[in-house]
């Protein structure tokens, strides 16, 4: 499950038009560039106010980034 979330921040962030960097939607959700890029490489865990946070700005549902990989849907 923890793999999908690190799957699905990348996907969300380089299905923009414009694709953002990292360390602006690190900016946009208010944590730092290397936390956001540990969330992004699943080596860190993010907490479920920052899934909140990323589902808000993406309006996608905190449900399906835990639950599918979005690239594969």
């Keep these: 499950?923890?793999?999908n979330i690190a799957e699905n921040l990348r996907y969300l962030r380089?299905?923009?038009?414009?694709?953002?960097?990292?360390?602006?939607?690190?900016?946009?959700l208010h944590v730092s560039k290397s936390t956001y890029a540990?969330?992004?490489?699943?080596?860190l865990i993010p907490p479920l106010w920052f899934l909140h946070q990323v589902?808000?700005?993406y309006g996608?549902?905190?449900g399906v980034l835990?639950?599918?990989?979005l690239g594969k849907a």
């Design 1 to 3: 499950m923890y793999e």
């Design 14 to 28: 380089a299905s923009r038009d414009p694709v953002y960097s990292q360390r602006e939607i690190a900016k946009r």
């Design 38 to 43: 540990r969330y992004e490489r699943g080596e």
């Design 55 to 57: 589902a808000v700005f």
């Design 60 to 62: 996608v549902s905190v």
């Design 66 to 69: 835990l639950s599918k990989e």
